[in-house]
């Protein structure tokens, strides 16, 4: 059973940075395409980001030019690197993957705790 640990989370102002990062243990296998999602008070959740392990990456039309996703297959890890954030990006984010052979844009197979991103403006 493959498991999800994000980390990076907290409290950040307007137009500043943050990081997220992802790791997966717990197999001996890989996993497949890895993304981020996240849910804001009220709303549905939605893709942020994801990227397949050939690096293949597609982003969500309201992040695209300000958020960064990448992976190390070795390692199993990706990250989220978050710039110029808004008040409106505030959600808890969840990390999620796809088995091995997946290679689409939206994995759901795994997933993470989630962790609480708050921009203040």
């Known amino acids: 059973q493959v498991q999800l640990v994000e980390s990076g989370g907290g409290l950040v102002q307007a137009g500043g940075s943050l990081r997220l990062s992802c790791a997966a243990s717990?197999?001996?296998?890989?996993?497949?395409?890895m993304a981020w999602y996240r849910q804001a008070p009220g709303k549905e959740r939605e893709l942020v980001a994801a990227?397949?392990?050939?690096?293949?990456?597609h982003y969500a039309d309201f992040v695209k030019g300000r958020f960064t996703i990448g992976r190390d297959n070795g390692r199993n890890t990706m990250y989220l690197q978050m710039n110029s954030v808004e008040p409106e990006d505030t959600a808890v984010y969840s990390c999620?993957?796809?088995?091995?052979?997946?290679?689409?844009?939206?994995?759901?197979?795994?997933w993470g705790q989630g962790t609480q991103v708050t921009v203040s403006s």
């Open positions: 999620a993957a796809g088995r091995l052979y997946y290679g689409g844009y939206y994995p759901d197979d795994y």
């Open positions: 990227i397949t392990r050939g690096g293949r990456t």
């Open positions: 717990g197999t001996a296998y890989s996993v497949g395409t």
